[in-house]
T-cell receptor
Framework: KQEVTQIPAALSVPEGENLVLNCSFT??????LQWFRQDPGKGLTSLLL?????REQTSGRLNASLDKSSGRSTLYIAASQPGDSATYLC????????????FGKGTLLTVNP | GAGVSQSPRYKVAKRGQDVALRCDPI?????LFWYQQALGQGPEFLTY????????KSGLPSDRFFAERPEGSVSTLKIQRTQQEDSAVYLC?????????????FGPGTRLTVT
């Protein structure tokens, strides 16, 4: 059974700092990996989707990398801003289905002005 | 354009009551998913529809949970005889079709509290 782990569980940084969030998964036979953002009381917003054949994806100040063989992904946020404060969730699609997302518990990020 | 919408946004139910949660997917999206998110946890898969067909209900925690999508658009998740452990945020997602290449777009969720 696929298990997704995210560390740290919480992170607090001053504004302007670059930071890295980590995600690991136990079964490397994944179809894709997605990073989501969740704001309090709101649904999930997809940030980046990396297909299993890709190594990284970039969107603005965000860069996500994927090392499938070691079962790891990182989300790099450059020049963090208070508006980046949210919970960041990592999820993979793997196993017998090509649609079922398995999520980690998330990293709660606080960027202090 | 309009995203995925869910109603009600908040629901308080007394233990033993039945509840119905509604999801309106993005127009034209074939695939629809329900997830359950307990406090402090990541979402967990409940069930999947392709059009009106429920192709996977392996994540439904008990036979008190029932989902339908009779016309291949709006979906309803029903929970009978609610229990305290059912308290969670129920998230609905849709995608244009099935397959790992296609993003799932999530609604804001319904927060269910069972007292």
């Amino acid at each position: 059974k696929q298990e997704v782990t995210q560390i740290p569980a919480a992170l607090s940084v001053p504004e302007g700092e670059n930071l890295v969030l980590n995600c690991s998964f136990t079964d490397s036979a994944i179809y894709n990996l997605q990073w989501f953002r969740q704001d309090p009381g709101k649904g999930l917003t997809s940030l980046l989707l990396i297909q299993s054949s890709q190594r990284e994806q970039t969107s603005g100040r965000l860069n996500a990398s994927l090392d499938k063989s070691s079962g790891r992904s990182t989300l790099y946020i450059a020049a963090s801003q208070p508006g980046d404060s949210a919970t960041y969730l990592c999820a993979v699609i793997s196993g017998g289905s090509n649609y079922k997302l398995t999520f980690g518990k998330g990293t709660l990020l606080t960027v202090n002005p | 354009g309009a995203g995925v919408s869910q109603s009600p946004r908040y629901k308080v139910a007394k233990r033993g009551q039945d509840v119905a949660l509604r999801c309106d997917p993005i127009s034209g999206h074939v695939s629809l998913f329900w997830y359950q998110q307990a406090l402090g946890q990541g979402p967990e898969f409940l069930t999947y529809f392709q059009n009106e067909a429920q192709l996977d209900k392996s994540g439904l925690p008990s036979d008190r949970f029932f989902a339908e999508r009779p016309e291949g658009s709006v979906s309803t998740l029903k929970i009978q005889r609610t229990q305290q452990e059912d308290s969670a945020v129920y998230l609905c997602a849709s995608s244009i079709t099935s397959g790992s290449s296609y993003e799932q777009y999530f609604g804001p969720g319904t927060r269910l509290t069972v007292t």
